[in-house]
């Protein structure tokens, strides 16, 4: 062997030197690569579960909604109400950044699209019955049951 200082040639070295180092480090990066794909699945977990969660508090605002029309026989253009009188009209800027979110404004909106809730040209609002959906119809009959 020769001397070149602390420097050992990579011919000079021992195949089990190298091979202990070359271990640790495939090892290494196995577990940093567990690492990884563990937070990736946690976070599509946790994406998942905040769509889950939105998707439910908007399907009962829906029912909420429906229910609040027929609890003031808003049924019908003759029966046709404000949003004030519904109790369902926007909240102001500091009310919404003080209390927990409302998702019925968000599900108005969606039954308004779906031209179950309707406006008449006086800008009040009524529930078009007979354009419930049958699941709506079947949820409501529960509701009311009671």
Known sequence: MTDYGEYVLPSER???YINFFERKEVSSMIENSGKVFISFV???LAFAGVLYIRAF???RAIFKVIEIFYQHNALGISGAKTLHELGLERR???QRMTKPRDYKQYALQILVKRGIILENEDGKVYLA???LDQDLRKKKNDVFSH
Do not use: G, Y
């Open 129 to 131: 019955e007979e354009r």
């Open 57 to 59: 508090f908007t399907r």
């Open 14 to 16: 021992s195949t089990s």
């Open 42 to 44: 946690v976070m599509v």
């Open 92 to 94: 102001d800027f500091f």
